[in-house]
């Protein structure tokens, strides 16, 4: 459980960290505020605390749970392996109209936003998103650092290796396997195994960028 008494601290200031600000919020926690390279006024009404650097204070990184927020699953994976590195405390954020099985378990720095679903015994791993009304049906194995954007649908036993993009709207079959970084399409539907590092899109999905050879991934 979160510590009620430490206060979260968002990384990023973008749009998907005001979303996780008041995901945040909604769910219970203290937002203490936000990082970014750019100072800014505040961030959903969270203010700004200060670049990346603070994250090499041993009393910052003692007294916060941390959230990658940013929309760049390289980024947000190596800010998370930084804070793990160092001590810190990665938060698990869960949108209070997110629905998430009893059964299923969510990585460290993995935000749940509004009306995401997550069903029985799926396994996320830490600095995943899933995003707003996505669905990650049972029995699902997420890598580190997917992404399951907007409206995005998992049907049962799908398995994601790390980095992978689902676009707005995309549908993958069940008990297909994803490769590591493979980008799925806004609004395709996945009929087959896709392989690691490539770009698919359609109806059927159909390669737009060859990936490496099966097994790889």
Same mark, same amino acid.
């Given at each position: 459980?979160?510590?009620?008494?430490?206060?979260?601290?968002?990384?990023?200031?973008? /749009?998907?960290?005001?979303?996780?600000?008041?995901?945040?919020?909604?769910?219970?926690?203290?937002?203490?505020?936000?990082?970014?390279?750019?100072?800014?006024?505040? +961030?959903?009404?969270?203010?700004?605390?200060?670049?990346?650097?603070?994250?090499?204070?041993?009393?910052?990184?003692?007294?916060?749970?941390?959230?990658? !927020?940013?929309?760049?699953?390289?980024?947000?994976?190596?800010? !998370?392996?930084?804070?793990?590195?160092?001590?810190?405390?990665?938060?698990?954020?869960?949108?209070?109209?997110?629905?998430?099985?009893?059964?299923?378990?969510?990585?460290?720095?993995?935000?749940?936003?509004?009306?995401?679903?997550?069903?029985?015994?799926?396994?996320? /791993?830490?600095?995943?998103?899933?995003?707003?009304?996505?669905?990650?049906?049972?029995?699902?194995?997420?890598?580190?650092?997917?992404? @399951?954007?907007?409206?995005?649908?998992?049907?049962?036993?799908?398995?994601?290796?790390?980095? @992978?993009?689902?676009?707005?709207?995309?549908?993958? +079959?069940?008990?297909?396997?994803?490769?590591?970084?493979?980008?799925?399409?806004?609004?395709?539907?996945?009929?087959?195994? @896709?392989?690691?590092?490539?770009? @698919?899109?359609?109806?059927?999905?159909?390669?737009?960028?060859?990936?490496?050879?099966?097994?790889?991934?």
């Amino acid at each position: 459980m979160i510590d009620p008494v430490r206060p979260l601290v968002v990384l990023g200031g973008g /749009g998907h960290a005001a979303v996780a600000v008041e995901a945040a919020r909604l769910s219970g926690m203290t937002v203490a505020g936000f990082l970014a390279p750019d100072p800014a006024s505040s +961030l959903c009404g969270a203010p700004w605390l200060g670049s990346d650097d603070l994250l090499g204070s041993v009393g910052f990184l003692s007294s916060h749970w941390f959230l990658p !927020a940013l929309g760049d699953g390289i980024a947000r994976r190596r800010l !998370a392996a930084l804070i793990a590195e160092r001590g810190g405390l990665l938060a698990r954020v869960l949108h209070p109209s997110a629905i998430l099985s009893p059964s299923a378990r969510l990585g460290p720095g993995t935000l749940a936003c509004a009306g995401a679903i997550i069903g029985v015994e799926a396994l996320v /791993g830490g600095s995943c998103i899933l995003n707003t009304a996505s669905s990650v049906d049972h029995h699902c194995r997420l890598g580190e650092g997917v992404h @399951v954007a907007p409206g995005a649908r998992l049907a049962g036993g799908v398995e994601c290796s790390d980095g @992978v993009l689902i676009g707005i709207g995309a549908a993958i +079959l069940p008990g297909l396997r994803v490769g590591a970084e493979a980008v799925i399409g806004a609004g395709s539907v996945v009929t087959a195994d @896709v392989a690691a590092d490539s770009i @698919v899109a359609g109806i059927p999905a159909r390669p737009l960028r060859p990936g490496l050879e099966k097994g790889k991934g």
